[in-house]
């Protein structure tokens, strides 16, 4: 979709959109309203809807930031610790490494 073809108040309720529908514990879809909407948010000359289209464009890159930090968190604790965590581990594991003890 080409948004500069796409009025104001359409792109505002696009932006809206895609920001509650991240809520759905969909963090790609946040990271593609920040991206997307960036440059309507922070680059264009200023017009009435571009104040609201900010605060979903930075809230939706903080968003997806956090899931994206809590996700890294996760993996980094997880194989850290795998081994020493024994059968729940291997029962949290979609594939069981061979040549842990």
Known sequence: MDLSKVPNEKKLALCRQYFKVGFALLPLVWAVNALW???????KPPFSEQRQIRKYVVCSGLGALLWLLGVGAWVVVFQVNRARWGA???????IIPLGMP
């Open 37 to 43: 909407f960036f440059g309507e948010a922070f680059r």
């Open 88 to 94: 729940m581990a291997d029962q949290l594991s979609f």
